[in-house]
């Protein structure tokens, strides 16, 4: 799960300095963790909170209400994390609103829920839930129910090509692009079905974590959710992640983010 917090701050400083270069640094002056971090730490606590109030798998089903709630807290502790514009408006409104936004923002969170959840059904459930308030829009949930489809099978031992033919299958998302190819015509642009293709292909076409964050930046796109997609994908299938990322990246991380995923990973990680 850590894997999407650090390709966020790896990619943090790319979403405005733009690179199509593969070999671009890690960690320049300025990485930092940004909203994608801040609400993926809120769907953590908000199934840790789910947790402690009833153990039971069906009674631990969270509610979309509890997910936005969890949004608006989190926004309230990091204003300043690099929301959009829509988000905090909705986000700093007294009334719970659903907003029907097609962006990539409900993708870039859902990791967690692939851990949490025992099965593919209840994880596309629950994706679906942590969506309604923020991103109604079917666009939105697709590509959020895509990211977590391809992280939940990667954890569970599916192949690579088993992964690919499903998520194109289910969503229909074209997934055979090489990155390279990708790479020569690509533009930021922060939509749910143009952004979480090529994130997912930047998975699928890896060697390791690190390679995978890598060809997720250097698409020059939006680097910070991008690579926080594809890095998350990519540690539920390598495992693993560089100790000097690791390192660096919890560096980056305040004790109250680092406390809340060292809970979330001490239950589902393991």
Known sequence: MLGAIYGDIIGSYYESHSTKNYHFDLFPSGARF???TVLTA???????YSDRKAGDFFDRRLRAKEYAYRYKQYFARYPNAGFGNLF????????????NSFANGA???VIPIAYAYGSLNEVNLQTKLSCL????HSEAIVAAQAVATATYMA???SNKDQIRTHISQKYRYHLNTSIDDLRKSYVFNSKASY???PSIVAFLESTDYEDAVRNAVSLGGDADT???IAGGIAQAYYKEIPYDISMKCNRVLDSGLRSIFRQFSEKYCR
Request: glycine content about 2%; hydrophobic content about 40%; overall charge neutral.
């Open 195 to 197: 952004s979480v293709p």
């Open 42 to 48: 809120a769907v953590c606590d908000a199934i840790l």
């Open 88 to 99: 905090r408006e909705w986000a700093i409104n007294d009334r719970l609103k659903q907003q």
């Open 155 to 157: 954890l569970h031992g």
């Open 107 to 109: 993708a870039m969170r």
């Open 226 to 228: 991008m690579a926080c």
């Open 34 to 36: 940004t909203d994608d």
């Open 133 to 136: 308030y923020t991103h109604k």
